[in-house]
T-cell receptor, first 114, second 115 residues
Framework: QQQVKQSPQSLIVQKGGIPIINCAYENTAFDYFPWYQQFPGKGPALLIAIRPDVSEKKEGRFTISFNKSAKQFSLHIMDSQPGDSATYFCAASIAQGGSEKLVFGKGTKLTVNP | DTGVSQNPRHKITKRGQNVTFRCDPI?????LYWYRQTLGQGPEFLTYFQNEAQLEKSRLLSDRFSAERPKGSFSTLEIQRTEQGDSAMYLCASSVGQGSTEKLFFGSGTQLSVL
């Protein structure tokens, strides 16, 4: 059972473009939604996270949009750069459940061409 | 380097052998997590510790897997009688804080290949 569905599997944009990665979840008990960035040979690194009491959160060039009724959330990367080329994972957890037991999506491989 | 440290970075073993991985969390992080990541997939939760107590184990963690965190510092993950299906990246993460303030910091992982 895949609790967090992520799309697309891969994405290619030109420098300056705005890639958008989408995720949908099933468990309405989830109340914490982080995005992680992973470069080859490295572990995932937390980019930005949101709780369902807000519809949008922005940190630098990264923005999360959250739609609680649709059980969907998405990551937007403004003014994308070649250095943003990486695999991005959405995740979800029950933050008040006592542990950071994250359920991850399958990932989106982003390529930003110069 | 004050990040999460994992050793070894790579391990190649023959089926049936035992392997052990080590994770050194960020100093003073009281929670430590193990995740497993296979090619093309997101990490999957295996187990976690709060200090030295192992509080939760995933159904993915068969009886061949055991994890310890003596004295609440570093942790080890042992796989006995390895199988080819155990081939994966084993990620360790540590955190401080609780609930929505908790942030996980991952190590670079141990890539296991079982021949």
């Amino acid at each position: 059972q895949q609790q967090v569905k992520q799309s697309p599997q891969s994405l290619i944009v030109q420098k300056g473009g705005i890639p958008i990665i989408n995720c949908a979840y099933e468990n309405t008990a989830f109340d914490y939604f982080p995005w992680y960035q992973q470069f080859p040979g490295k572990g995932p690194a937390l980019l930005i996270a949101i709780r369902p009491d807000v519809s949008e959160k922005k940190e630098g060039r990264f923005t999360i949009s959250f739609n609680k009724s649709a059980k969907q959330f998405s990551l937007h990367i403004m003014d994308s750069q070649p250095g943003d080329s990486a695999t991005y994972f959405c995740a979800a957890s029950i933050a008040q459940g006592g542990s950071e037991k994250l359920v991850f999506g399958k990932g989106t491989k982003l390529t930003v061409n110069p | 380097d004050t990040g999460v440290s994992q050793n070894p970075r790579h391990k190649i073993t023959k089926r049936g052998q035992n392997v052990t991985f080590r994770c050194d969390p960020i100093s003073e992080h009281n929670r430590l997590y193990w995740y497993r990541q296979t090619l093309g997939q997101g990490p999957e939760f295996l187990t976690y510790f709060q200090n030295e107590a192992q509080l939760e184990k995933s159904r993915l963690l068969s009886d061949r897997f055991s994890a310890e965190r003596p004295k609440g510092s570093f942790s080890t993950l042992e796989i006995q009688r390895t199988e080819q299906g155990d081939s994966a990246m084993y990620l360790c993460a540590s955190s401080v804080g609780q609930g929505s303030t908790e942030k996980l910091f991952f190590g670079s992982g141990t890539q296991l290949s079982v021949l």
